[in-house]
T-cell receptor, first 112, second 116 residues
Framework: SQQGEEDPQALSIQEGENATMNCSYK?????LQWYRQNSGRGLVHLIL?????REKHSGRLRVTLDTSKKSSSLLITASRAADTASYFC????????????FGTGTRLTVIP | KAGVTQTPRYLIKTRGQQVTLSCSPI?????VSWYQQTPGQGLQFLFE???????NKGNFPGRFSGRQFSNSRSEMNVSTLELGDSALYLC???????????????FGDGTRLSIL
């Protein structure tokens, strides 16, 4: 089974608004990553946050991590139509096995 | 720097056949991972190769196999194809040192495999 689940499954907003996506996971982790996938394309790495970090920024992206709640959030500020894509979180499950587990994804639609 | 290249982009096969998919990683990357993406199961880890050795394996049947060559290029093979094998197969490369979770994975655009 997948390690993580994203919430909401789908999100539709107007251009210029902020978009927040949440990821919950089941076991302890070492790191958590966020990826974006445009329709019919591969995934693009957005940001990596380590288990000892609480917040990280990259341009218009802000990621938070709460290991006590086993959850992370991705905030995209001032959204653009080009941000329309599916967003996935990925973790290592903290088992020592070198696998990467992806969440179910949030489909973001930004309306121009 | 060229990205991860997967060939072919699209493939149609019938049940019982076998298929080989190819992945060329980013130059200098020594780790190659394979994933299966379907609407029902999402993204699932198949296996990872590093320095021509399978370092990790997901929970897939033995019909799914792979290999990595000395130039880090990788192939995955699926034998005795089933309808449920229809999926987007994604390859990702990374530098390889350490665990997969502590380094960004660079993905190709995938091979869309359809089983008739």
């Amino acid at each position: 089974s997948q390690q993580g689940e994203e919430d909401p499954q789908a999100l539709s907003i107007q251009e210029g608004e902020n978009a927040t996506m949440n990821c919950s996971y089941k076991t302890s982790i070492n790191n958590l990553q966020w990826y974006r996938q445009n329709s019919g394309r591969g995934l693009v790495h957005l940001i990596l946050i380590r288990s000892n970090e609480r917040e990280k920024h990259s341009g218009r992206l802000r990621v938070t991590l709460d290991t006590s709640k086993k959850s992370s959030s991705l905030l995209i500020t001032a959204s653009r139509a080009a941000d329309t894509a599916s967003y996935f979180c990925a973790t290592d499950a903290g088992t020592g096995a070198n696998n990467l587990f992806f969440g179910t994804g949030t489909r973001l639609t930004v309306i121009p | 720097k060229a990205g991860v290249t997967q060939t072919p982009r699209y493939l149609i096969k019938t049940r019982g056949q076998q298929v080989t998919l190819s992945c060329s990683p980013i130059s200098g990357h020594r780790s190659v991972s394979w994933y299966q993406q379907t609407p029902g199961q999402g993204l699932q880890f198949l296996f990872e190769y590093f320095s021509e050795t399978q370092r990790n394996k997901g929970n897939f049947p033995g019909r799914f196999s792979g290999r990595q060559f000395s130039n880090s290029r990788s192939e995955m093979n699926v034998s005795t194809l089933e309808l449920g094998d229809s999926a987007l197969y994604l390859c990702a490369s990374s530098l390889g040192a350490g665990t997969l979770s502590n380094q960004p994975q660079h993905f190709g655009d995938g091979t869309r495999l359809s089983i008739l």
